[in-house]
């Protein structure tokens, strides 16, 4: 009788298997919903970069008098062109470079798109190659709300 009430304190190792698989579980989880909010943060933040660069653009059209040429480009909005007159001083950026979307790619400017507008920014979404689904949407500032 006095073997039994002698129990040893501690932890067998089938129930630390069990924790460890619980914590793995719970972790596996916590990284899927985690890794889904990063890529809807990416387009959001692309949206946004699209319409303040849409919105530079129209600043440099009221001031210049003129859309930027396809060849010009964004560069347009930290360098001013030799054959405009009315550039705003510094550009038309808080930056010195053009931002790139939230996947590292550069925005592509062109002029007079297909939907009929004076311009659109675009940007090829996570694949960074045109069309795509999902995240690898194409976005385009005159879409931009």
């Known amino acids: 009788m006095a073997n039994r009430n002698k129990r040893k304190n501690g932890f067998t190792l089938v129930e630390i298997m069990a924790v460890i698989i619980i914590i793995g579980l719970l972790a596996a ?39 930027p040429t396809e060849e010009e480009g964004l560069n347009v909005l930290i360098e001013a062109p030799s054959d405009v007159k009315g550039y705003q001083e510094g550009g038309y950026l808080d930056s010195t470079t053009v931002p790139k979307d939230a996947w590292g790619n550069d925005f592509v400017y062109v002029a007079y798109p297909e939907s009929g507008k004076p311009y659109a920014i675009v940007s090829f979404g996570a694949d960074g190659q045109e069309g795509g689904e999902s995240y690898d949407t194409d976005l385009y500032s005159t879409d931009a709300d």
């Open 29 to 67: 989880i916590g990284a899927v919903n985690f890794l889904g909010q990063t890529d809807k943060a990416r387009v959001t933040t692309t949206k946004a970069n699209l319409k303040m660069l849409h919105n530079a653009i129209a600043q440099f059209k009221m001031d210049t008098g003129r859309y």
